[in-house]
Every structure is written in structure tokens, then in C-alpha cells.
């Protein structure tokens, strides 16, 4: 369990120092890739109590406005956050630039823009 908090203490930290700017999530699962642009404005540890099977029980929240780019032009998200499950966390790389999170959904980078 140690090692899982450093994880998330690195994340944090990381992305804490990131507030005020904008950022580029991108997400690769099961073949496919989605991006969000998001002006970060903090960041928080969410933790849920659903059994859905779909919602994670733990997750880091990017909360700030943002828009998910598409094909022909990009949509505002529908809540003014972005949240990343991080239960069963393989990878966390982080410098100033670039955050990577593997986790056992996907593949998450967030890179300044």
C-alpha cells in the first residue's frame, strides 16, 4: 500500500503545481483515444461508494472547465471537472511537463499546453 501512495503523492504533487494552467488529458483505452483540454483550476481526491461497476471508488478529479476534442470541432465536458480512477495503478511517470498513469482501464497523459 506504500507504494501506491507515493503514486498518488507523486500525481498530486505534479498536478497541484499545475493549477492555473491549461492542460491536455489523453486518454487511450481498449484502442481508443479521447483528449480533453482543461483549465486546471485544483485538483482533488474523490472518493465514491458506487457499485455500478463503471464509477471507480477512488479517483483524482480535475476540477476546472474544459472541452472534449472531436473530430469536427470540440464539446464542453458536462461537469466542470475530469475525473481519473486510480484504483490499481501499474505506471506513474511525472516531470514538469508530462504525467503518465497506467492504470488496468487505460492509459492516461496529461501534458501542459
Do not use: C
Amino acid at each position: 500500500m506504500n507504494g501506491y501512495n507515493n503514486q498518488i503523492n507523486a500525481i498530486q504533487q505534479s498536478l497541484s503545481s499545475w493549477g492555473g494552467q491549461r492542460i491536455l488529458i489523453t486518454k487511450e483505452e481498449n484502442g481508443d483515444l479521447d483528449q480533453t483540454i482543461l483549465n486546471l483550476e485544483r485538483v482533488e481526491m474523490d472518493e465514491n461508494h458506487f457499485i455500478d461497476g463503471y464509477t471507480s471508488d477512488h479517483s483524482i478529479q480535475l476540477v476546472g472547465n474544459g472541452q472534449t476534442i472531436i473530430e469536427h470541432g470540440n464539446l464542453p465536458l458536462p461537469y466542470q471537472s475530469y475525473d481519473i480512477p486510480i484504483e490499481n495503478i501499474y505506471k506513474v511517470s511525472a516531470d514538469q511537463g508530462r504525467i503518465l498513469i497506467r492504470t488496468d482501464r487505460g492509459t492516461y497523459t496529461i501534458t501542459t499546453v
